[in-house]
Nanobody
Framework: VQLQASGGGLVQPGGSLRLSCAAS????????IGWFRQVPGKPREGVSC????????YYADSVKGRFTFSRDNAKNTVYLQMNNLKPEDTAVYYC????????????????WGQGTLVTVSS
């Protein structure tokens, strides 16, 4: 099981980035991937994961309306499109396997990728 996150970088407030998480060794159908982020000194926050049986994504309130979760089964890859980025979105973003929605948010039970740094600053 391996997860490779990429796509982070430096962007100005209001800008956009698309993160990718390529999975190998398992199927997205059996082990759904979720996105998390962490700022040094703060707990890791669940950003987005599959929240229902129909596959609709769940989003944390802090990113709702700005971030979009998508997946490409053929490439075994999930994406996080991040628009209208704010300085408070600055964090290391991680993807994790076997991520499910458990009240009050996303919980990962599988493996973690190495993280990709997103910095939102002017």
């Amino acid at each position: 099981v391996q997860l490779q996150a990429s796509g982070g970088g430096l962007v100005q407030p209001g800008g956009s980035l698309r993160l990718s998480c390529a999975a190998s060794g398992f199927s997205l159908d059996s082990d759904p991937i979720g996105w998390f982020r962490q700022v040094p000194g703060k707990p890791r926050e669940g950003v987005s994961c599959i929240g229902s049986r129909d596959g609709s994504p769940y989003y944390a309130d802090s990113v709702k309306g700005r971030f979009t979760f998508s997946r490409d089964n053929a490439k075994n890859t999930v994406y996080l499109q991040m628009n209208n980025l704010k300085p408070e979105d600055t964090a290391v973003y991680y993807c994790a396997s076997k991520t499910f929605l458990r009240t009050p948010g996303c919980v990962a039970f599988g493996s973690w990728g190495q993280g990709t740094l997103v910095t939102v600053s002017s």
